[in-house]
């Protein structure tokens, strides 16, 4: 964000003088941040995906689970 000064004219016998001084600021990131912003993003990556798999193994044992009371009614009490 540029920031302008300006000084108080300054006079002359034959001219006025104005002095402006600009001044600019830079923020800088470095690559180790971004390295590591992105290792943190990978890693919850992950567990999103340890998370999923744990979710459909749990609904593939409710599954078959539902599928050995079915066929155990099935074969006893018909």
């Given at each position: 964000?540029p920031?302008?000064?300006?000084?108080a004219?300054?006079?002359?016998t034959?001219f006025t003088?104005?002095?402006?001084?600009t001044t600019?600021?830079?923020?800088?990131?470095?690559?180790?941040?971004?390295l590591?912003l992105?290792l943190?993003?990978l890693?919850?990556?992950?567990?999103?995906?340890?998370l999923l798999?744990?979710?459909?193994?749990?609904?593939?044992l409710?599954?078959?689970?539902?599928?050995?009371?079915?066929y155990?009614?099935?074969?006893y009490y018909y």
């Open positions: 964000m920031t302008t000064t300006t000084t004219p300054t006079t002359s034959s003088t104005y002095t402006t001084t600019t600021t830079t923020t800088t990131t470095t690559t180790t941040t971004l590591l992105l943190l993003l890693l919850l990556l992950l567990l999103l995906l340890l798999l744990l979710l459909l193994l749990l609904l593939l409710l599954l078959l689970l539902l599928l050995h009371y079915y155990y009614y099935y074969y």
